[in-house]
């Protein structure tokens, strides 16, 4: 059902496509029969992909990306979350300009409380991050070839990619669309799930505001602790003038402590600092667009 309805759509668009099915080593063998006999039935518009060991949703993108043929590239996830109509919307918008578009879903009959979960989740990262993205985790997205070349996927980070994508200039554009008639949500997760989020949107805010200033984030967090420290040590010596004992005052050590880790994260930091120093000939964080030249140098006068 699923194969019908994307190849129907993708024959809407009008051009030359193909489809990569990927499958982990922990597919059902129904699963991998029904994908065999997709390719069988359709060998030059469909390709199967298995992998011999576990493998990540990030190693499963790049491999996809390493094995197709096309200049512009679909993702569509295994569970349907969004109308499959959007896809022509998400052409549309490459064909416009877009470097990367994805479907930004309208969560219906899912509940309130998967819808705000996730109005709280994309919130929180576009505050980390900087940028306005409604629905950032949405993996029905159609992309040009050289984002994906170009941008690191790795992790779960293959959730964020529209922002790694844009942090390196590529034009990233987020299309509404229709929840998928079929779509479902599950309405609590585990708790290693959130702990995993909230760890993911902790790396967005380093990666999108300190990649290249670490020392400004831990010499700020360092400088908060270490100044912390002083002023408790500041407080116990004035207690001290006044009379108080030093005898027993664990606030001392707590003061101690604090200067200690102010020190430590301080000295990360400017590490950070001098590594980036020392390879920043090797590190390219921009990209060109385009460069418009004379064809051949001007004549010397």
């Known amino acids: 059902m699923v194969h ?8 809407k668009l009008g051009d ?10 922990s597919a059902p063998r129904e699963a991998t029969e029904q994908a065999q006999a997709l390719q069988e039935a359709a060998p030059e518009r469909v390709r199967v992909i298995q992998f011999a060991q576990a493998v990540d949703r ?15 590239l679909f993702t569509v996830p295994d569970h349907l979350q969004i109308d499959l109509a959007v896809l022509d919307d998400l052409h549309a918008a490459i064909q416009a300009g877009s470097d990367l578009a994805f479907a930004s879903r309208k969560r219906g009959k899912t509940g309130s409380s998967a819808r705000i979960q996730s109005e709280l989740f994309n919130r929180v990262v576009s505050l980390a991050s900087g940028r306005n993205f409604r629905d950032i985790a949405s993996e029905t997205r159609a992309l040009r070839r050289q ?17 790694m994508a844009e942090r390196l200039g590529f034009r990233v554009d987020e299309i509404p669309a229709r929840q998928h008639p079929r779509a479902t949500s599950r309405a609590v997760h585990a708790p290693r799930i959130y702990l995993w989020r909230a760890i993911d949107i902790l790396s967005i805010f380093f990666i999108s505001r300190f990649t290249r200033h670490p020392l400004r984030l831990f010499g700020g967090v360092g400088t908060a602790f270490a100044a912390s420290g002083g002023l408790v040590l500041l407080a116990v010596a004035i207690q001290r003038f006044a009379g108080t004992p030093l005898a027993d005052r664990p606030v001392l050590v707590l003061g101690t402590l604090l200067i200690g880790l102010g020190v430590q994260t301080f000295t990360i930091g400017l590490l950070a600092e001098l590594l980036l120093f020392f390879h920043a000939r090797k590190v390219r ?5 385009a460069v418009y030249e004379a064809s051949s140098p001007p004549l010397e006068p």
């Open 16 to 25: 030359d496509y193909e489809i990569l099915y990927l499958l982990a080593s």
């Open 285 to 289: 964080d921009y990209r060109v667009t």
């Open 4 to 11: 019908a309805e994307l190849v129907a759509q993708l024959v």
């Open 58 to 72: 990030a190693g499963m993108l790049s491999a996809g990306v390493e094995h197709s043929r096309g200049a512009i």
């Open 147 to 163: 984002v994906a070349e170009e941008t690191p996927i790795y992790g779960d980070f293959y959730r964020y990619l529209p922002l």
